[in-house]
């Protein structure tokens, strides 16, 4: 994540009192391969995650998650390689906080076991197949049973464990790994000299996610809909 305020790369280190910061730049070439590297890691995740995204595939929870890790790694390189300091890292921890490379590895890490834990819950459920008039039905149905109030909120958390878990795993999951790769395309494009004025990533980020955990979750439900449909016929 970068904090937008700052834009001078300081290279720094620290030994008892004495601080010493080294300004400076990498050189191009090494610029241009670690751009190129970066691209290359963010298509393998994309191979990854996309093929055959709503298949139950062989591997398909190590695959994920792998492609979720790879998104992450490259977040903390591209940021070590702009600001190894942390003085452009604009994740509050650091920006607000102050803490350093420690707490942001952790909470990272934290984050992405959230992450492997969420696509372990959807990959590992069966639709249960419940003969339904719609989508909402069937949601109704899943989560509350047969004599559901019919409403249009998430008035009280469902007693069926297992498919809330997948439900809200599934559309967590999706979130989160289209929000992640803002973060490194942001950085990528301070690399390449461009930054668009309407660029802010953290907007950007919630924006993509908040949209992203909507449409994934509709679209898990509307799968189980439709072997429900398919099981009646």
Known sequence: ????????????????????????????GLWLLIIGFVIVMLLLAALLIFWKPGVKT??????????????????GLV??????????EGNPLVSKLGYGWGALFTANLIGFLI??????????YEYVKIPSKSTYDYMMKLMYGENYK???FWYKFSKNYRAAFAWGGYGIYWAATAGAPVFVIGWLLKMMHIRPFWWRD???AGGIGFATILCSM????????????????
């Not at 509709?218 to 016929?233: F, H, T």
């Open 1 to 28: 994540m970068e904090n937008e305020a700052v834009s001078i790369t300081v290279i720094g280190g620290a030994d008892g009192p004495t601080s010493i910061f080294l300004a400076g730049k990498i050189g191009g």
């Open 58 to 75: 062989k591997y398909r929870f190590i695959r994920l998650s792998i492609g979720n890790a790879l998104i992450h790694l490259m977040d």
């Open 79 to 88: 940021t070590f390689v702009n600001t190894p300091d942390l003085a452009m």
């Open 115 to 124: 992450i492997v834990l969420s696509s372990w819950c959807f990959c590992h």
């Open 150 to 152: 019919p409403i249009w």
């Open 202 to 204: 953290f907007w950007l």
């Open 218 to 233: 509709y679209l898990w439900m509307r799968r189980g809909y439709q072997l429900s449909c398919e099981e009646v016929k």
